[in-house]
């Protein structure tokens, strides 16, 4: 039995909250994952998990082993980083999860400046509006917008992106260009964003010279992905509240106009957030050290892809200086 690779698979199934899961997460067949944690049981001599048809249950002795097995872990992955860090090429897997128009309008575009300065780390971006489950499905960090969702998670504020509201110039023909916002109440039609673990429509927030309100009125359209949210406004689907730096390219070229510029949301914050639990490794530290560099720039009024290019331009220049 190789009864190192056994307690990383045990401890996936832990965290994943099953076999199919760490399997996944492992890149192995569930057969192999469940002969691993048999071969473990035998070794010990104790029943680490209790399985039924239905769920992993993790049994006391199974659950002692898990808070031993995972220090031994750590250390491990500390002496294999403290060799990275000594040759300066921190290396590995990160998984990061990001939201749609995010991914596209921010991280992405910015991604080649990582990549370039550490190609020994490999990355697996899940894109999606959802959240996910740190621990379970094996993620590192998430970015995310608004407030956190749970007090055992790490938070690093990432800056501030602009909110705005806007409307094709087609339907601000049909429907008129409301003035105030309780104007959105007399047969506007508005696009809502529906949060992905709710099922609520966010309401539309606005606010002026310390005033805030909001509206909340029964929309025609809601959805909940935030690139398919500001197509159904591109579409002349309805008025949409979204961020500026997804809207950008649509703002130059016309095809959308911002309307009750006063009254502008409040900035919505940003943040790279990890599991308290999770061992911050060399490769999570340099990669949240660089969203720190260079993401609050980019959530300003939404740069266009050539001067994306030229910050990560300046930002290898700045480094050079730094290193050289």
Partial sequence: MD????M???SRVVEAGGFT????????PIATVSKLVRELEAHLGVQLLQRTTRRVTVTPE???YYAKSTRVLRDLEDIDASFNLARGKPRGHLRIDVGGSTARDVLVPLLPDFVASY?????????????VD??????????????????SLVARHLGDATMITCATPAYLK?????????????GHRLVSYVSSQTGRAVPFRFECDGEKTEIKVEHRIGVNESNAHL?????????VQTFAYAAGSSLRDGSLVEILKPWRPAPYPFRVVYPQTRHVTHRLRVFIDWLLEVFPARLNEGESPANAASSNAKLRTRRAVRTG
Avoid at 3 to 6: E, G, K, R, S, V
């Fill in 3 to 6: 009864q190192l690779l056994a």
């Fill in 8 to 10: 990383r698979a045990f």
């Fill in 21 to 28: 899961r760490a399997a996944d997460s492992l890149d192995m």
């Fill in 62 to 64: 199974g659950q002692d």
């Fill in 119 to 131: 190609p020994d780390i490999r990355i697996d971006l899940g894109v999606s509006d959802r959240s």
């Fill in 134 to 151: 740190l621990i379970g499905d094996n993620v590192d960090c998430v970015i995310r917008g608004g407030p956190l969702d749970s007090s």
């Fill in 174 to 186: 049909q429907y008129g260009t409301p003035a105030y916002p309780d104007e959105l109440k007399n």
């Fill in 231 to 239: 197509a159904a406004c591109v579409a002349g689907l309805g008025i």
